[in-house]
């Protein structure tokens, strides 16, 4: 069954006063949806510097990022328009990129600007609602300072907490905005009713005016309460349509905050890894370098300890080698001595014997010339001469007995001093050195002939400090300055008088203080000279001589 239809004429203020409320209707809507955004037009890219130019005075926030050096800035209820989104740099610039963020009262548009390195920089807002990004502090020196001074672990707690800063404003701004979206609900609605007043009073106007055409508007007012409930069930849905694109808004606004939040922490996180990493590659790397240098020392100490010991093993075979020469020419010496000996004794007797035979040839002759005189005292001439014979062979064999005995004596104290020698250097060799500084202790008293010269030398376990001085015209001191002699035996006089050289006898005394004296009697002053080598004094004299 259809429905007839019903032409509905409309006076000319009616039909005004219809379009009027629809008009105010419509406005309100798009009051309230519409926001007069900033269009960024330009990013222009300049030596040093960067201009963004808008449609309005930018309202923005900015904030460093590091690895590598980063500036963002962050203009609010703007978005851009004919803007690249990457740009190359200039100068310390090296590059431009643009990204957009929300939509209307919550849309961001930012702008990320590279630097070669550390840089500061002069923010702000020129004539022509301009945002100008200037480098100011290009010097190397400065930025290298301040990245000596501000710790990578402070540098990413700041810029942490500068984003959630920077998340905190974000919300605060939608609040704002969410806020002001409300007050401009509530405008809205204010003109709402007011146009609906003034809707009711152009109404009773017209129904003065029109009271005689009462019968005639019925249907009109039937249709114009019709036409007054769908433009308020239009009003109604547009507010309802409204409040759900500003939830809607608001929810883009929070997701894209939290999306925000949640990229700029993964970027801390990142960050703090990396630099995690970087101090766990660091450490590392210190304790390879320290157990590298560790392994170099101790090899360097092996090395040196096997240098040290082939020095001492080829010190001690040297030493060796030379008290076995110094014993050879010492038997040797000794040898050719007795050899002397033993040649001068046959030389003498058979001088005295070659005398005596003279004598008594003489003596016979002169027996046999004066026989003949005097028997009786040829006789007694001849007992004198027995008894003076008898009594030189007696002197003789004295003499021969005392020379051996001397000779004995002379082969056993050499024996003896030899022993004591050897002994000295066994005990010196198995006694360690002292520390630098302690007092030295004196080991060995020895003496030897040398090609030109005849020696004697004092050992002690460490180098001393000594002086030679002479007392008088046959003795030569030698004083060591704190030094104890030691063993008793060091201080046996070691008599060298059976040597044809100038010394006679060396005795070690205590002398004053903490000092020990070596006192060395000569035969006669000659000249002599004094050096020390390593543990060892050595003091040479010269050979006289012979008379």
Do not use: C, W
Not at 157 to 175: G, I
Not at 490 to 509: G, I, P
């Amino acid at each position: 069954m259809g429905f007839p239809s019903v032409t509905v004429r409309f006076p000319s203020t009616l039909r005004a006063l219809l379009l009027l409320s629809l008009a105010v209707v419509a406005a309100s809507a798009s009051a309230q949806e519409r926001v007069q955004l900033n269009q960024v037009t330009s990013v222009e890219v300049r030596e040093g510097e960067v201009r963004i130019v808008g449609t309005r005075r930018p309202n923005f926030t900015s904030f460093t990022l590091t690895q590598p050096p980063r500036l963002v800035l962050d203009i609010s209820e703007a978005l851009f328009k004919g803007v690249p989104l990457q740009q190359k740099g200039s100068g310390e610039i090296t590059g431009v990129r643009t990204a957009s963020y929300g939509s209307e009262a919550s849309a961001i548009a930012r702008v990320l600007i590279g630097f070669s390195r550390e840089v500061e920089t002069d923010i702000h807002v020129d004539e022509g609602n301009a945002l100008v990004v200037r480098v100011i502090n290009p010097a190397a020196g400065l930025v290298a300072a301040r990245e000596a001074d501000r710790e990578a672990s402070q540098a990413a707690q700041q810029e942490l907490a500068q984003q959630q800063a920077e998340v905190a404003a974000a919300k605060a701004r939608a609040e704002a905005e969410r806020a002001a979206e409300v007050k401009a609900a509530e405008e809205s609605r204010a003109s709402a009713e007011l146009a609906r007043a003034e809707q009711e009073r152009l109404a009773s106007e017209a129904k003065a005016r029109a009271e005689a055409e009462r019968a005639e508007l019925e249907q009109v007012k039937a249709e114009q309460a019709r036409q007054s409930e769908a433009l308020r069930r239009q009003a109604d849905e547009a507010r309802a349509a409204a409040e759900a694109e500003k939830a809607r808004k608001a929810d883009e606004a929070r997701a894209a905050a939290e999306a925000e939040k949640a990229r700029k922490a993964d970027e801390a996180r990142a960050a703090a890894e990396e630099k995690a990493r970087k101090a766990e590659e660091a450490r590392a790397a210190a304790e390879a370098d320290r157990v590298r240098k560790a392994e170099e020392k101790a090899r360097k100490a092996a090395e040196a300890r096997a240098a040290a010991e082939a020095e001492k093993a080829r010190k001690a075979e040297e030493a060796r080698v030379a008290a076995e020469e110094r014993a050879r020419k010492a038997g040797e010496a000794r040898a050719a001595a007795e050899a002397e000996r033993v040649r001068k004794a046959e030389e003498a007797r058979a001088a005295a014997e070659e005398k005596a035979r003279k004598a008594e040839a003489a003596q016979a002759a002169a027996e046999a010339a004066h026989a003949r005189k005097v028997e009786a005292e040829r006789e007694a001439r001849a007992a004198r001469t027995r008894a003076a014979v008898e009594a030189e062979e007696a002197r003789q064999r004295k003499l021969d007995q005392s020379r051996a005995a001397a000779e004995a004596e002379r082969e056993a104290r050499a024996a003896r001093t030899r022993a004591a020698a050897e002994a000295e250097e066994a005990r010196a060799r198995s006694v360690p050195s002292p520390a630098r500084g302690g007092r030295r202790v004196l080991e060995f008293i020895g003496f030897s002939q040398q090609a030109s010269s005849s020696r004697v030398y004092v050992r002690t376990n460490g180098p001393a400090t000594y002086d030679v001085s002479e007392a008088g015209s046959g003795k030569v001191v030698l004083t060591l300055e704190d030094t104890s002699i030691g063993m008793a035996n060091n201080q046996r006089t070691l008599d060298t008088s059976y040597f044809e050289t100038a010394v006679m006898r060396v005795q070690a005394v205590a002398g004053p203080g903490r000092s020990v004296r070596v006192e060395i009697s000569l035969r006669r002053p000659v000249p002599y000279t004094a050096a020390q080598q390593g543990n060892e004094i050595r003091v040479d004299f010269e050979r006289p001589g012979r008379p």
